[in-house]
């Protein structure tokens, strides 16, 4: 996915109406082969947003090992 725009003209729009841009990354690792008849997997995410400045920042990365864990639902009894 990309975006193409006059940077200076989608600062300034942007100022305009009070909104900056952000990205959402989210990614899946998964080790594949060994001896583990299980496959070990790790799910990240992070966060990028465009400043007023025009550069891009990145937030830390967030690792989710455990699902049960992470997932970030209410749990029920």
Do not use: H
């Amino acid at each position: 996915m990309a975006l193409l725009a006059d940077l200076d003209d989608l600062l300034v729009r942007l100022d305009k109406i009070g909104c900056r841009l952000v990205w959402t990354l989210l990614g899946e690792k998964w080790v594949l082969g060994g001896e583990d008849r299980e496959t070990p997997r790790i799910i990240y995410s992070q966060l990028a947003w465009l400043t007023g400045t025009g550069a891009v920042k990145v937030g830390e990365r967030r690792f989710f090992e455990n699902y049960n864990q992470d997932q970030g639902l209410a749990k029920t009894q």
